[in-house]
């Protein structure tokens, strides 16, 4: 199921959008904290955005630069705002689409449809963005963001990261990581996953996050 998370600071509007988009099989979550878009974003694991431009706190253009740097999820802009100049700033910003209110939701509708289909029809529908407590981890170009701050990591330091945090509450063991760090063009043995679990602790201490994976003795690792 397609989750839409829609960024729409008017109680009424967004009812009736996160009402018609539920009818037609999507699951839809309205953002409650207009602080924090970017961290509902991650956490709902959208796989589209509805977004206003005049919101509290930072308007839509600011908050789709903000997906961008961790994301190409489809973004709608859904406003009031009808000049030209909105638009072009919107679809330069990284918007997919714009959509002037008053709207029809049979329109809305048939265009994230259209979007849906473009973005998902060849692909597993598997979301590249992860994010555990403060860190986001953007898995298509192994970047890893906590605030303003971000880090590049290696492949293999990526794949350690992103096994750890689709499992957050469990322990993965360490044959299970050699596994999943095993390709055809290289062989993981058990010191290769300890120095790179060593330079992931590092990075992640550089973010400020240097108490985020913890050594389960005898069996693995886990996040906290």
Not at 2 to 14: A, F, M, P, Q
Not at 38 to 50: I, W
Not at 124 to 151: A, M, P, W, Y
Not at 180 to 193: C, H, M
Request: with cysteine; proline share 2%; charged share 30%.
């Amino acid at each position: 199921m397609y989750k839409i998370l829609i960024v729409e600071d008017d109680d009424t509007i967004s009812s009736i959008m996160k009402d018609k988009l539920k009818n037609w099989g999507y699951d839809a979550l309205i953002v409650s904290d207009f602080n924090n878009v970017l961290g509902e974003y991650t956490a709902f694991e959208s796989h589209l955005v509805l977004m206003d431009i005049n919101l509290p706190y930072y308007d839509g253009f600011y908050w789709c630069a903000k997906i961008r740097q961790i994301s190409n999820v489809p973004i709608i802009f859904i406003s009031s705002r009808d000049t030209e100049g909105d638009k072009i700033r919107g679809i330069i910003q990284g918007g997919d689409d714009y959509i002037e209110k008053p709207f029809s939701l049979d329109m809305l509708i048939v265009k994230v449809q259209a979007i849906l289909r473009r973005a998902y029809s060849y692909s597993d529908h598997t979301l590249n963005v992860l994010q555990h407590r403060n860190i986001i981890l953007n898995i298509e170009d192994s970047r890893i963001f906590c605030g303003e701050k971000e880090i590049r990591l290696t492949h293999n330091e990526c794949k350690i990261l992103a096994l750890l945090m689709r499992n957050s509450k469990k322990t993965i063991t360490r044959p299970r990581l050699i596994k999943a760090l095993w390709d055809d063009e290289s062989f993981v043995d058990d010191n290769t996953l300890t120095v790179n679990i060593n330079r992931l602790r590092k990075k992640l201490k550089e973010l400020g996050c240097s108490d985020y994976i913890e050594t389960i003795k005898g069996e693995g690792y886990k996040l906290i």
